[in-house]
């Protein structure tokens, strides 16, 4: 059994493609998906090992959702780093 399958349940492509490109994430966006999942994770209350799955699962989300953001903050400090754009490039509203 490979690595993933024993940590999540399935693999990293499935939870990009069952949670992360879902309808809930496109319309609620991922927070509600890791809401979801945790609440799942009350209804397994009995089945310790399915639930330390989807806790792992809402776990990996919340890493990818934190790494985007923090690709975000380089990329708009490196904005703002350079002398010809104005600091509030991207920011403007209209």
Not at 4 to 25: K, P
Not at 57 to 74: C, G, P, S, T, Y
Request: negative net charge.
């Amino acid at each position: 059994m490979s690595k993933e399958i024993e940590v999540y349940g399935m693999t990293r492509e499935d939870i990009e493609e069952f949670y992360i490109n879902s309808i809930t994430a496109k319309l609620s966006g991922l927070e509600m998906v890791v809401a979801g999942i945790l609440s799942d994770c009350q209804e397994l209350a009995g089945n310790t090992e399915q639930v330390r799955k989807q806790l792992n699962i809402a776990k990996f989300i919340l890493f990818r959702m934190m790494d985007e953001n923090d690709v975000r903050a380089q990329y708009r400090k490196k904005l703002a780093s350079l002398k010809d754009i104005p600091a509030n490039y991207g920011k403007e509203t209209v």
